[in-house]
């Protein structure tokens, strides 16, 4: 059985900043890939960035240079760096993870809400 949990969501105010955790545990042999998208009623999950187990990132154009994505490979951990928020970021947030329990599942936490307003 494998869990995702995220952390750090909240409310911020536009042009500040908020850093996402994620987290996976139980049986995992190793995780590929660890990844963040997010979704608004008016839209389907975009995907956001993602990072390899050998620690190269690609991003969505949407977010490059704005959003870093990294991650803790010791603590099975992934994190978001989200600078120069805008309204329109307003979006609850997913971590998803390719791991590796014996067969490859992707496995998807359930969300973490994130509101930029003034």
């Known amino acids: 059985q494998v869990q995702i949990v995220e952390s750090g969501g909240g409310l911020v105010q536009p042009g500040e900043s908020l850093r996402l955790s994620c987290t996976a545990s139980?049986?995992?042999?190793?995780?590929?890939?660890m990844a963040w998208y997010r979704q608004t009623p008016q839209k389907q999950r975009e995907f956001l960035a993602r990072i390899s187990a050998a620690d190269i990132p690609h991003y969505a154009d949407s977010v490059k240079g704005r959003f870093t994505i990294s991650r803790d490979a010791a603590k099975n951990a992934a994190f978001l760096q989200m600078n120069s928020l805008k309204p329109e970021d307003t979006a609850v947030y997913y971590c998803?993870?390719?791991?590796?329990?014996?067969?490859?599942?992707?496995?998807w936490g359930q969300g973490i809400q994130v509101t930029v307003s003034s």
């Open positions: 139980g049986t995992i042999l190793n995780i590929q890939y």
């Open positions: 998803s993870a390719d791991i590796n329990t014996g067969t490859v599942g992707r496995y």
